[in-house]
């Protein structure tokens, strides 16, 4: 996990095949899923803020991805996973 600015999220399973499921204690104010090329292949605002959100991988094909969590104070971190 690489965080920038303190901003502290956890995303789970990991490996994947269908859904994940995103975490964090601070306001979400956005995600936006990137393959390994650098695409952007999935990114969605959020009006559920702090606390748990789902995430539904099922169009994506198997691989590594990242995904970059933005909080609502302007702080953001960039999770991997792999989807299965």
């Known amino acids: 996990m690489e965080n920038s600015n303190d901003f502290s999220a956890n995303l789970f399973p990991n490996p994947?095949?269908?859904?994940?499921t995103l975490e964090s204690s601070e306001n979400i104010s956005s995600y936006q899923v990137v393959d390994l090329a650098g695409k952007m292949v999935m990114s969605e605002s959020l009006t559920q803020t702090a606390g748990r959100h789902t995430i539904d991988i099922n169009?994506?094909?198997s691989g590594m991805y990242?995904?970059?969590v933005n909080g609502t104070n302007g702080h953001s971190t960039r999770l991997k996973f792999q989807k299965i």
Do not use: G
């Open 59 to 61: 169009a994506l094909s």
């Open 16 to 20: 994947a095949s269908n859904q994940l």
């Open 66 to 68: 990242f995904i970059q």
